[in-house]
């Protein structure tokens, strides 16, 4: 079993900063790309940013200039600094992780429990 636990979530002003960071832990071999999404009420999930085992990333347009993933492989962990908060950003967040399981096993998708960003004055 692998398990993703987020943390960082919170309130926040406008023009604010948060970090988020999600720990995988559980029967892991390797983890493949790791990536942040969110939903807001109402809306699909999607894409923030993701980072591939060897560090290249993707952002979504609107996190480009504002947000930074990075991650740490020997800590299983994926981390998302979050600056120039808007209240466009508030939504659910959700950590995405490719783990293989075994040598013999492909990437499998796993995910958090999700961590609620609230951008408001």
């Known amino acids: 079993q692998v398990q993703l636990v987020e943390s960082g979530g919170g309130l926040v002003q406008p023009g604010g900063s948060l970090r988020l960071s999600c720990a995988a832990s559980g029967s892991i071999f390797r983890i493949n790309d790791m990536g942040w999404y969110r939903q807001a009420p109402g809306k699909e999930r999607e894409l923030v940013a993701s980072i591939t085992r060897g560090g290249s990333i993707n952002y979504a347009d609107s996190a480009k200039g504002r947000f930074t993933i990075s991650r740490d492989n020997a800590k299983n962990t994926v981390y998302l600094q979050m600056n120039s908060l808007k209240a466009e950003d508030t939504a659910v967040y959700y950590c995405?992780?490719?783990?293989?399981?075994?040598?013999?096993?492909?990437?499998?998708?796993?995910w958090g429990q999700g961590t609620p960003v609230t951008v408001s004055s």
């Open positions: 995405n992780a490719g783990v293989r399981r075994k040598t013999w096993t492909v990437a499998e998708d796993y």
